[in-house]
């Protein structure tokens, strides 16, 4: 499994994850449409964790078999963690002044979507595959 680590300390770093996802998912064999999906799910997620936590870690794995091809984002981050999960995954809700719309709208971007969160941080785990056949 190949990893690439991508600190998210300012908005150039959310631009550098979102190149090298895409990047990653082209060379993956990932179409257009894929490729664009993933670079604006990885564009919410890490702005959300940059705006909230000011520090993440955007993780790229990308993992491939006979079967399928799979790139898995992680983005992490330490900040004061989302309350209530199912609040801000409805469309329009923002306890900042967005639009409410990051999080659910990348769930429906990528294929599996999982939010761990507590007081310490959150880590968002959202992933993409090709089946083989």
Known sequence: MDKKSIPITDQSAIINARKIGRETAKQM?????????????????ARNAFQYAREAVCIILKHEDSHEKRITIIVE????????????MQDGYTTGKGLGAGLPGSKRLMHNFHIESSPEGTRVTMSMSIRLF
């Open 77 to 88: 981050d330490k900040g004061p963690g989302i309350k209530d999960i199912n609040k801000a």
């Open 29 to 45: 064999g990932f179409g257009l449409a894929d490729q664009t999906r993933l670079a604006t799910a990885i564009s919410e997620i």
